[in-house]
């Protein structure tokens, strides 16, 4: 269970730094870029054993942290052109209701213990993702044009997790930093392609507050990912990503009304009664 708590605690940490980035003007290219910098440091850092690097690439689990690297930066990419194309509601439901795509894995492929409580927490967390993003304005319709970035997105971040899953139940065993590490790593070579081709074009400068900012997101986004794929080893799909990602919304919504004086109406509070229902239905299974 700490491993679940602080997987969740660590990530409302990086919704706060994200929040903070946006009202202290930081260029979130340079920072996502930095994160990576010391997020891969601090894995290959603590690992205790020797490292050859000429050697990685014979891991088993080489392949899928290939790829689940690629997939950390686009999807993160492919989130923020949804917010602005399709817009912020229905990128940020898509998101979070992407954990259909593991829980169902959890079920029918990795057989995953089914009971009614289970069940129930899982019919629950939808209403809960969507009540708590409601707003009370009339919202604006999305741009059709876009409409395929949500889909994307709900593809690639239920893609991600699922993969992330896999790696950890039939291939990382004991190798979790060595692992992220690698993952880290083809992230942030993604990020320092797109920071180069950005330079080239803005002629903006490299800024020393930008990569402080980074290395603290990268300390936040080592911290959360290490205790989610830790969690994962601990739990099963279909309780953890629900609790999980109901959680991160629950807090971010909570961060927003104590910190950021973000107003509530009553459908985000019932959503997060919702919430707290789902991780209590699936506690308790």
């Known amino acids: 269970m700490q491993y679940l708590l602080l997987a969740i605690f660590f990530s409302s940490c990086i919704i706060v730094t994200f929040r903070l980035f946006s009202i202290l003007k930081i260029d979130n290219l340079q920072a996502i870029t930095a994160n990576y910098l010391i997020a891969a440091l601090l894995c290959f850092f603590i690992w205790e054993e020797e490292i050859i690097f000429s050697e990685l690439y014979l891991k088993p689990w080489f392949p899928w942290s290939m790829i689940n690297g690629v997939l ?10 949804s917010a602005q194309k399709a817009g912020v509601a229905v990128t ?16 029918f492929i990795y057989g995953d213990h089914i009971s009614f409580l289970k ?56 190798e979790f930093l060595l692992f992220l590490g690698v993952i ?35 300390f936040f986004n ?9 969690g994962l080893s601990v739990f099963e799909s279909s309780v953890f990503f629900p609790v999980f990602n109901v959680s991160i919304v ?36």
């Open 250 to 285: 629950s807090m971010g919504a909570l961060i927003g009304l104590v910190i950021f004086k973000e107003k509530l109406w009553w459908k985000n509070w019932l959503g997060i009664v919702l919430a707290i229902l789902t991780i209590l239905f699936i506690a308790f299974a």
């Open 92 to 107: 940020a439901v898509a998101s979070k209701m992407s954990v259909i795509i593991p829980v169902a894995i959890g079920f």
């Open 222 to 230: 080592f911290s959360s990912t290490y205790f989610f794929l830790k």
């Open 184 to 218: 880290f790593t083809f992230s942030l070579i993604i990020g320092f392609a797109f920071f180069i081709r950005k330079l080239y074009i803005t002629r903006r400068r490299l800024e020393v507050r930008n990569l402080l900012a980074g290395f603290l997101l990268g």
């Open 72 to 81: 950390f930066i686009l999807v993160f990419f492919i989130f923020a052109q």
């Open 119 to 174: 069940i129930a927490g899982i019919i629950t967390a939808f209403p809960a993702f969507y009540l708590i993003f409601k707003k009370p304005d009339k919202p604006i319709e999305p741009d059709k044009r876009y409409i395929f970035l949500p889909l994307i997105l709900f593809l690639g971040t239920g893609s991600n997790d699922s993969i992330m899953k896999h790696a950890q139940k039939f291939h990382i065993e004991a």
